[in-house]
Protein backbone atom coordinates (compact mmCIF):
# COMPACT_ATOMS: atom_id res chain seq x y z
CA UNK A 1 0.00 0.00 0.00
CA UNK A 2 2.95 2.27 1.15
CA UNK A 3 4.71 1.56 -1.96
CA UNK A 4 1.37 2.42 -4.28
CA UNK A 5 0.99 5.48 -2.85
CA UNK A 6 4.92 6.52 -2.95
CA UNK A 7 4.99 4.99 -6.38
CA UNK A 8 1.65 7.33 -7.35
CA UNK A 9 3.04 10.35 -5.59
CA UNK A 10 0.48 10.75 -3.92
CA UNK A 11 2.71 12.87 -1.26
CA UNK A 12 4.74 15.41 -2.56
CA UNK A 13 7.45 15.24 -0.68
CA UNK A 14 9.56 17.93 -2.30
CA UNK A 15 6.62 19.94 -2.01
CA UNK A 16 6.10 19.46 1.46
CA UNK A 17 9.63 18.76 2.66
CA UNK A 18 10.41 17.87 6.60
CA UNK A 19 6.85 16.49 6.61
CA UNK A 20 6.39 12.59 7.10
CA UNK A 21 3.33 11.49 5.76
CA UNK A 22 1.24 9.10 8.44
CA UNK A 23 -0.98 6.09 7.98
CA UNK A 24 -3.28 4.25 10.84
CA UNK A 25 -4.47 0.77 10.44
CA UNK A 26 -5.26 -1.95 12.82
CA UNK A 27 -2.62 -4.01 14.59
CA UNK A 28 -3.17 -6.74 12.99
CA UNK A 29 0.38 -9.23 12.64
CA UNK A 30 0.92 -8.48 8.98
CA UNK A 31 1.60 -4.58 10.11
CA UNK A 32 4.57 -5.85 12.23
CA UNK A 33 6.13 -6.88 8.93
CA UNK A 34 9.76 -6.34 9.29
CA UNK A 35 9.67 -5.72 5.11
CA UNK A 36 7.04 -3.09 5.90
CA UNK A 37 8.82 -1.54 9.15
CA UNK A 38 11.73 -1.66 6.79
CA UNK A 39 10.48 0.84 4.24
CA UNK A 40 8.49 2.84 6.28
CA UNK A 41 11.80 3.75 8.05
CA UNK A 42 13.68 4.11 4.69
CA UNK A 43 15.25 7.56 4.43
CA UNK A 44 13.66 8.27 0.81
CA UNK A 45 10.03 7.11 1.33
CA UNK A 46 9.82 8.00 5.32
CA UNK A 47 6.08 7.38 6.77
CA UNK A 48 5.08 7.76 10.20
CA UNK A 49 2.71 4.44 11.17
CA UNK A 50 -0.11 4.03 13.40
CA UNK A 51 -0.95 1.15 14.69
CA UNK A 52 -3.74 0.16 16.46
CA UNK A 53 -4.84 -2.09 19.78
CA UNK A 54 -4.73 -5.96 18.08
CA UNK A 55 -7.34 -7.03 20.72
CA UNK A 56 -9.73 -4.33 20.99
CA UNK A 57 -11.23 -4.00 17.36
CA UNK A 58 -14.07 -6.58 18.48
CA UNK A 59 -15.09 -4.20 21.22
CA UNK A 60 -14.66 -1.00 19.17
CA UNK A 61 -14.74 0.35 15.98
CA UNK A 62 -14.09 3.88 14.62
CA UNK A 63 -17.45 5.35 13.97
CA UNK A 64 -19.04 3.42 17.09
CA UNK A 65 -18.84 6.03 19.21
CA UNK A 66 -21.76 8.80 19.63
CA UNK A 67 -19.62 11.55 18.29
CA UNK A 68 -18.37 9.83 15.29
CA UNK A 69 -21.96 8.21 14.61
CA UNK A 70 -23.18 8.90 11.26
CA UNK A 71 -20.23 10.45 9.99
CA UNK A 72 -17.53 8.74 9.74
CA UNK A 73 -18.56 6.41 6.46
CA UNK A 74 -19.71 9.72 4.79
CA UNK A 75 -16.52 11.13 5.07
CA UNK A 76 -14.53 8.17 4.40
CA UNK A 77 -17.12 7.64 0.99
CA UNK A 78 -16.28 11.17 0.03
CA UNK A 79 -12.33 11.37 0.40
CA UNK A 80 -12.12 7.86 -1.66
CA UNK A 81 -14.43 8.99 -4.55
CA UNK A 82 -12.03 12.65 -4.44
CA UNK A 83 -8.71 9.85 -4.49
CA UNK A 84 -10.58 7.75 -7.26
CA UNK A 85 -11.87 10.80 -9.25
CA UNK A 86 -8.48 12.29 -9.32
CA UNK A 87 -6.19 10.18 -10.15
CA UNK A 88 -8.73 8.09 -12.44
CA UNK A 89 -10.79 10.50 -13.90
Aim: aromatic share 12%; net charge negative; charged share 20%.
Amino acid sequence: MLKEMDHRDLFNREKHPGVTPSYICDAHGSRFYLGLVAYQNHPEYRWSGNQGCPNMTADWQAGDSAQQNGTTKPTISSAKTNLVTEFFG
